[in-house]
């Protein structure tokens, strides 16, 4: 057990004396759970990894991990330090990267996070404008929210263009992180003219008797979908298809599958073309936001976030 004894405050040469390496053994024993696995990973010693912990223990005044025969636990502590250890070691293998790929020049390279829908209604006209003037690489990660995010705070990628609702990551420290509104995106139920809607503004309890395809349960815009009739007093829709993928959806709509709830962009086509009509149901779901996240601090010293910052301006200014 580490002695807390006059350890309350931290040590002003704290800075000067923590050595990267540990937060590297501390980031490899949260993601393992052992000593012993950290160490092979780390081609060193299992007692020269228990020394580093101890060590920095010390230094923090804080108990990091919980040992038992089973392994090694974080602690409240250890999850804090860990997190910000698991940022530090991306950051440093990016610039390992970076370095790398471009022989020590001074060449911009930005890892954007985003989901398949602004990847392909949002996304292009902002990567239109940050590809003017110098050179620099951009590699795309897709996914959802939530994983997003999640990269972004570890530093898996330097910023993420998202659908953005924050009740869907309230579980998320989001502190480190500016967050910048693009754009609002009306969310709309949409359906086959087949599927035989009435084209007249409805109660949502009056679409209760057709199919429906809806993203899962735990999903931000389920619960709004879900809320639009529990709140007056109508029971849930039944789900014929389930699935989180807007593009999918439209498809499975305009088939006439059932009634899909996505936003208008993603519908756009179907619509002007008469494969889906947009059912005026009211109240209508709130829109949603397309934002772009990166961490407050990477806006001091990549000058790629800033190129990105300009590019997200021009394209909002564009319409």
Known sequence: MVNMAGMSRLPQSLGRRLRFSQLELVHEVAESGSLGEAAQRLHISRAAVSKAIRELERSLGQVLFARSARGMVATAAGLRVARHARLMVNELRHLADEVAATGGEAESRLRIGLPPFVAEHVAPAILQRLAQGAPITVRLHEGWLHALI?????????????????????????????????LD????????????????????SELLRFPWILPPASTHLRRSVDEMFTARGSRTPE??????????????????????????QAAQAQIAAGSLVAV????????????????????????????????????????
């Open 239 to 264: 789900t014929a298809i389930e699935s989180g993928a807007f593009a999918a959806n439209v498809k499975l709509a305009a088939a006439g599958m059932g009634l899909a709830v996505v936003p208008l």
């Open 150 to 182: 999640e990269k972004l705070l570890c530093g898996e990628v330097d910023a993420v263009l998202a659908l953005y609702a924050p009740r869907a990551v309230d579980s998320l420290d989001l502190s480190m992180l500016d967050i910048r509104p693009l």
């Open 280 to 319: 005026d149901a009211r109240p209508a779901l709130p829109a949603t936001h397309v934002v772009l996240m990166y961490r407050k601090v990477t806006a001091i010293y990549m000058d790629a976030i800033q190129r990105l910052n300009r590019a997200v301006d021009e394209a909002r200014e564009a319409g």
């Open 185 to 204: 995106v009306p969310i709309v139920p949409v359906a086959a003219p087949a599927l035989g809607v009435p084209r007249r503004r409805l109660r949502w």
